[in-house]
């Protein structure tokens, strides 16, 4: 019975830089493979770009970001950009983004199934089922958790195994084989939901920077909407792909300082 599936939200953290029409499939997408299961109900979905502090070469401002997103998603019912990641000073863990983004839900899901302040809070219907975040991602995505020094292992344990992931596959990437290659991950299959993307669209962000860099055309790779605003504030040029070069990426200097924790921490 479809009041029985679990409430749905996806949540794609990245640098959205700019954001492209494949960004965009990536929800459509993993949103049928969930109703599929016959588990879900999809009830949203959140586009989170990174902020600033992540120090990534070429990465533009995060309010030229934001608000390509915000462009690009206007025609879309039910996934919104989200800016509280973008604007933190530092780099965000995706495991903080996620607990914060929960939390909200949480909240709102509580507000709307608890009776108004007036009367006991036990009404809730019994039928309601708390909402569940996963995080969705690109196939590549799987891989980052091998990166030495990337990801701390209690947060790939949390992602992994408190929320789950939603991967989408993307051209020969093999999300399967990240998987029986980790045996973290490899714990927590049955929350990694695999999505075989069968209309091949590999539409990268490099290479739409790459292709305005050099005053081609993009159109029908990204939204109008977003090619005009990127026309306007003259976005991706040989300056700003040049912005952060040299700088390590923050992730890594940020995991390198975290202290060994000790038991009673």
């Known amino acids: 019975m479809a009041n029985r599936r679990v409430p749905l939200v996806l949540l794609a953290c990245g640098s959205f830089n700019p954001i492209t029409n494949q960004h965009m499939r990536l929800f459509e ?66 495991v903080v983004t996620m607990r914060y983004h929960y939390g909200r839900i949480l909240k709102e899901y509580e507000q709307s199934t608890g009776t108004h302040n007036n009367s006991s809070s036990n009404t809730t219907p019994l039928s309601s089922i708390s909402p569940q975040l996963k995080l969705l991602c690109g196939a590549d995505f799987l891989d980052t958790f091998k990166v030495p020094g990337l990801w701390l292992d209690e947060h790939v344990e949390e992602v992994a195994g408190r929320f789950g992931l939603v991967c989408v596959s993307r051209g020969r990437l093999q999300p399967e084989r990240a998987v029986h290659e980790s045996d973290m991950l490899s714990r927590h299959q049955r929350n990694i ?73």
């Open 193 to 265: 939901f695999l999505v075989r993307e069968w209309v091949r669209n590999e539409t990268s962000a490099t290479e739409v920077r790459r292709a305005l860099r050099r005053g081609l055309s993009v159109k029908y790779l990204i939204p109008d909407s977003v090619i005009e605003y990127i026309h306007q504030h003259n976005l991706y040029t040989e300056d700003s792909e040049r912005r952060n070069k040299g700088t390590v990426l923050r992730p890594l200097t940020k995991q390198a300082q975290q202290p060994v924790k000790s038991l009673d921490d």
């Open 29 to 94: 997408l993993a949103k049928d493979h969930m109703h599929s299961t016959g588990q879900y109900q999809v009830v949203g979905g959140i586009v989170s770009p990174v902020s600033d502090g992540y120090g990534k070469q070429g990465l533009v401002l995060a309010k030229h970001r934001i608000a390509m997103a915000k462009l690009a998603l206007q025609s879309s019912n039910w996934v919104t950009v989200d800016e509280w990641e973008s604007q933190q000073p530092d780099w965000t863990e995706t």
